[in-house]
């Protein structure tokens, strides 16, 4: 009986025979298959030569794009020289309408036809209620909420009034003034052809970076011979030159002048002479001689009256 048992599990049916070898043959083919995959389906081609020169290609078209970028900066640079302060900025637009005022006595409705938003106007009303005082113009940049732009506006219309004279018997006397020395001194004059970066930096709204930019346009030109054309530097506000132009001088210092009987029109370049200025005046001088006097250039069809003025004071018809 034992035997027959054994005989019995050992045995398989011929259905169970065949799922058997299905399950054998397929586990062969799909251990199998990555193996045959590639002889049926060639891997794709890649022309190394192609993607060279592709990549080649995008690295100039980088370069020459960094180029035009930084050419347009420059050429936007140099547009700056050539426009007044005024035009350079948009400032925040400016609503209000200005006229001289009392900051410690204005109304809301003053304030409001300033153009000072209300809740700006409401923290002037707590400062005030609390026993603040403006004792200068200057003050009311101070305000919480006031924007720069908006302060320096209405900065110049400020009028502080004196305060009220006190009454005194006719018997008072009045001690004899004693001389105090001012607290502070008066702000410095500096020569704008010879002041380095440290003495801009001390006038009011200059940090170091337009500092640098003011001594670069400086020495482009050859020195100034005008303190308006400290406006003329790039990325300087109109707002700032108008605070420091008082303490600006130009001193004795001449300017670096160009011979326009034997410059070339490489060596005519200048931030106020654009290239096709300096080969005009290049080709007139070539048809008709050496130039009598700086009043000739004027007859240069590209040179009028207002571009005379501003480039005579660097150029000369005398020798080195």
Do not use: C
Not at 8 to 22: D, P, Q, V
Not at 125 to 145: M, V
């Amino acid at each position: 009986m034992p035997a027959n048992n054994n005989h019995h599990y050992l045995n398989f049916t011929k259905r169970e025979r065949r799922g058997i070898t299905s399950i054998i043959v397929f586990i062969i083919i799909v251990s199998v298959l990555p193996f045959l995959y590639p002889l049926f389906i060639p891997a794709k081609k890649y022309d190394k030569e192609a993607f060279k020169k592709q990549l080649a290609q995008l690295q100039i078209n980088a370069a020459d794009s960094f180029k035009k970028r930084n050419n347009k900066y420059e050429a936007d640079e140099n547009n700056y020289y050539q426009q007044p302060a005024a035009m350079r900025y948009k400032e925040a637009s400016f609503t209000g309408t200005l006229f001289y005022f009392n900051p410690n006595t204005l109304d809301d409705a003053g304030w409001q036809k300033l153009g000072v938003r209300a809740k700006t106007i409401q923290t002037i009303r707590n400062y005030l209620a609390k026993g603040g005082h403006f004792k200068q113009p200057g003050d009311i940049a101070k305000i919480w909420g006031l924007s720069a732009n908006d302060a320096n506006r209405l900065i110049p219309y400020v009028q502080i009034a004196a305060p009220a004279s006190i009454h005194r018997p006719a018997d008072f006397t009045v001690a004899p003034a004693i001389s105090i020395p001012a607290k502070y001194p008066a702000p410095a004059i500096i020569d704008i052809n010879l002041a380095d970066t440290t003495a801009y930096i001390a006038l009011p709204g200059i940090g170091s970076k337009l500092a640098l930019r003011i001594i670069n346009f400086r020495e482009k030109l050859g020195g100034f011979y005008s303190t308006s054309q400290v406006a003329e530097t790039f990325g300087l506000p109109d707002s700032v030159y108008q605070k420091i132009k008082n303490r600006l001088a130009t001193g004795n210092t001449p300017v670096k002048k160009i011979n326009i009987n034997t410059a070339t029109a490489e060596q005519l370049k200048h931030p106020y002479i654009k290239y096709n200025v300096a080969n005009a005046i290049v080709q007139y001088r070539s048809q008709h001689g050496p130039f009598a006097s700086l009043q000739a250039l004027k007859q240069v069809v590209l040179i009028n009256e207002e571009l005379y003025q501003k480039i005579s004071p660097y150029l000369t018809i005398d020798a080195e």
